[in-house]
């Protein structure tokens, strides 16, 4: 505070720092929580910056869905719950603050902004959280959705998987099972790439005192379908999802991931006329066209060569830049579905 002496009045020019100290009180915070924090994080100023901040993010989410929707489980936490959760709670060497250390930031305001944080410090069972260090890569699709509530907890869910996973334990194209409705994250490691569900692990296996964290470089998204639903939706693979919809031929998939290397249905007729032969031409075509496994574009390393499920060789090269296979350039790359990664090529294999 600073005062000056007008006439026979005291007045008072309040500080910027002691305005938004002045603020908190105003919002309920009482001296004592405030105190405490100034304890654990040895600066007012991070704590005023994030109170803010915590306010922008509420702000921007939908308040009204607990009102209209009452009989939702997923709802928006009231934004004073919120920050009273962040105020009164410690969360000095806990999952959060680890994963704040480690860059998440941004995840984690999401965290509390949802209600989610204090779920996570409250309960007594452990959790691996998969951090991400970007949101930059969310569509502005999704992004838009993210002011539902229930969305965006969904979102944030998948990021969550329950007790102490460890990725050194794991091999490739293992899965694990996300808070979110039991939706799988997927795990591969290829050559020095190792990903989860597609995003490239910055960090991982860091122990925390009530979980494990997995940094990652951007932010995962659940995939909405399954492959065959995600080709139908671009009405230019028909050849491809016919055979795919073939109970004989889904047989030999045996409902495991697997990555496609697909063509449109014009590219194909230009190549071979393959719309107008047996199935069994049909079902042979296809499945040299399918790799077991994921491959996301990132793993596709020079001068590797996959094994499809008919037993040929698929060789990948770069191209000026660009990725091949067999000679074949990937023009759509990384469209991830529930059971599999497409990538659209050019001309068949």
């Known amino acids: 505070m600073s005062s000056s002496l007008d006439g026979h009045c005291l007045k008072v020019n309040m500080s910027p720092l002691d305005k938004s100290i ?3 009180l105003q919002y309920g915070k009482v001296e004592k929580s405030i105190n405490k924090l100034f304890t654990n994080i040895n600066s007012l ?16 989410l939908q308040p009204s869905l607990e009102r209209l ?32 250390e480690m860059g998440g930031g941004q995840f984690v305001d999401m965290l509390w902004a949802t209600g989610l944080a204090k779920n996570i410090l409250n309960s007594n069972e452990n959790i691996t959280l998969i951090v991400p260090l970007s949101i930059r890569n969310i569509p502005d699709s999704i992004r838009i959705k993210m002011n539902n509530a229930c969305l965006l907890r969904q979102m944030l869910k998948y990021h969550m998987v329950p007790g102490k996973q460890l990725l050194s334990s794991l091999k490739n194209n293992d899965v694990l099972k996300s808070l979110y409705e039991t939706e799988s994250i997927y795990f591969n490691k290829f050559h020095q790439f190792t990903s989860l569900s597609g995003a490239l692990v910055k960090n991982m296996d860091i122990e925390a005192r009530n979980g494990v964290i997995h940094v990652v470089e951007t932010f995962i998204l659940p995939p909405a379908v399954d492959t065959i639903s995600l080709l139908e939706e671009r009405k ?35 190549s071979n006329y393959i719309s107008k032969r047996s199935n069994s031409d049909k079902f042979s075509f296809v499945l040299g066209h399918i790799v077991p496994g994921f491959y996301f574009y990132h793993s596709l390393r020079n001068n590797t060569v996959l094994t499809a499920v008919d037993g040929s060789n698929l060789r990948i090269a770069y191209y000026d830049g660009m990725i091949t296979v067999n000679d074949n350039l990937i023009i759509t790359y990384d469209l991830f579905s529930r059971n599999g990664i497409v990538h659209v090529i050019e001309i068949t294999l």
Do not use: G, M, Q
């Open 22 to 24: 002045f603020d908190l």
């Open 45 to 60: 100023e991070i704590i005023l910056n994030y109170e803010k901040n915590l306010h922008n993010i509420v702000s921007e």
């Open 69 to 100: 929707f009452p009989e939702l489980s997923c709802r928006l936490h009231d934004e004073e719950i919120s920050l009273s959760s962040f105020f009164f709670t410690d969360e000095k060497s806990d999952i959060l603050s680890k994963a704040r």
């Open 236 to 270: 230019l693979f028909s050849i491809f999802v016919d055979v795919l919809k073939d109970d004989e031929f889904s047989s030999k998939l045996k409902d495991s991931p697997h990555t496609y290397f697909v063509v449109t249905d014009s590219n194909i007729n230009k």
